[in-house]
Each structure stands twice: as C-alpha cells, then as structure tokens.
C-alpha cells in the first residue's frame, strides 16, 4: 500500500539556519505530493504541492521538489524564522480511484532566536 | 469566506461511550473527509463523503460511522469508544469531483477526543 516516511524529529535550528526534512515515499502510479504545517493548537494547512515528476513546489520561502527516480518530496528552506517553529507532516493522493491522502508521521521543528 | 469548522473543540467521554463530532465545511465546498490524528502521529483517513453518500473508507472499524446533511455538514460518530480512540479528530472539505481527484483538501482545526 501506500506509505510516507519522514525523517524522525524533533529538529532544533537557529533563526536563519537551512532546513531540510527528508520525505521518501511508495506508491502505485503517480501520485500527488504535498506539505502540510501544523502550527501548535491549529489544523493543517497546505505548504505547498507537486502533482508530476521534476515539478518544484514553492510557498512561503519553503520548497521541494517531486523526484521520481529517488521517489523524495525534500522540504527546504533556505533561512528559516522562529515564526516557523511547527509540525511538518508530507502526503501523497495515489490517484487511481484513491480519494484519501496518505501522511508521514510529522517533523516537529522549532526555531530558536 | 468560513473556512472549515468543527465542534466541539475539546471532548472527554469514558469507555464504552458513543460520541458525535461535527464539521462544517468551507463555503462552496461539498465533499467531507474525516482524519483521525493520534498524538505524535500523522492524520489517518477514515472516510469521505460526497453527494450524503460515503464515497471511501478506510482502514477503521464499523464502531465509526458518519453522515453527510443536505448542506454538506458533516457528522462522525464511534460507537463503543476505547482508550485508542483518544486522538485529535480532523475534517477536511473540497469541492466535487476535481477537488477529490487534485487532493485540494482544506482540514479544519480538529476536536481533541479523550476516553478515559
């Protein structure tokens, strides 16, 4: 079946340090990736997205890029802010008839000054 | 624009229990999807609904069930709650059949169920 694995956290930065969190997934077909962020006390809101091979997603000064060879979806940043101390959880939607959207486990990352 | 609403934000029950949870979704939209988040865990799909209609489902026991109104709101009700249960539920809403296949859901804030 479907599956996403993220890197384990929690990860610690200084303000102004480059973020990577890993994301590796399976999958049937080609599916849809994604990058929610999940601030503390809140829902999740999407990051950013790629739907084919070689697309970047960008939002927000965050980005990845859908690697189909490697199958990875790598979130970076490349200066990060204590405003984006949250979870960061990667999806897939396999596609296929598959309506549902398949998560990691989340990264906790927290930004200090 | 409302964006996705759930209540209540907080609930505890005792074992054995049977609990209603409710969502509103985003104006315009017409599909629901129920996640089911447990602490340190990522969401996990537990069904959609389109048209009133469950469109899908996941791995999850009958004791969870849901309704969809004439209005889109949605309703997800366990049965016979357990200690496992205890987890941060989640409503996401997209609209119709292009939303469904582009995956553009958009999760409301959840409401924190604790069994005791």
């Known amino acids: 079946g479907d599956s996403v694995t993220q890197m384990e956290g929690p990860v610690t930065l200084s303000e102004e340090a480059f973020l990577t969190i890993n994301c590796t997934y399976t999958?049937?077909?080609?599916?849809?990736l994604f990058w929610y962020v999940q601030y503390p006390g809140e829902g999740l809101q999407l990051l950013l997205k790629?739907?084919?091979?070689?697309d970047k997603g960008s939002n927000k000064g965050f980005e990845a890029t859908y690697r189909k060879e490697t199958t990875s979806f790598h979130l970076e940043k490349g200066s990060v802010q204590v405003s984006d101390s949250a979870v960061y959880f990667c999806?897939?939607?396999?596609?296929?008839?598959?309506?549902?959207?398949?998560f990691g486990k989340g990264t906790k990352l927290s930004v200090i000054p | 624009d409302a964006g996705v609403t759930q209540s209540p934000t907080h609930l505890i029950k005792t074992r054995g229990q049977q609990v209603t949870l409710r969502c509103s979704p985003k104006s315009g939209h017409d599909t629901v999807s129920w996640y089911q988040q447990a602490l340190g865990q990522g969401p996990q799909f537990i069904f959609q609904y389109y048209e009133e209609e469950e469109r899908q489902r996941g791995n999850f026991p009958d004791r969870f069930s849901g309704h969809q109104f004439p209005n889109y709101s949605s309703e997800l009700n366990v049965n016979a709650l357990l200690l496992g249960d205890s987890a941060l539920y989640l409503c996401?809403?997209?609209?119709?059949?292009?939303?469904?296949?582009?995956?553009?859901?958009?999760f409301g804030p959840g409401t924190r169920l604790t069994v005791t």
């Open positions: 790629a739907t084919k091979a070689d």
């Open positions: 996401a809403s997209s609209l119709g059949l292009q939303g469904a296949l582009t995956y553009e859901q958009y």
């Open positions: 999806a897939l939607g396999s596609g296929a008839g598959s309506y549902q959207l398949t």
């Open positions: 999958a049937t077909g080609y599916p849809s």
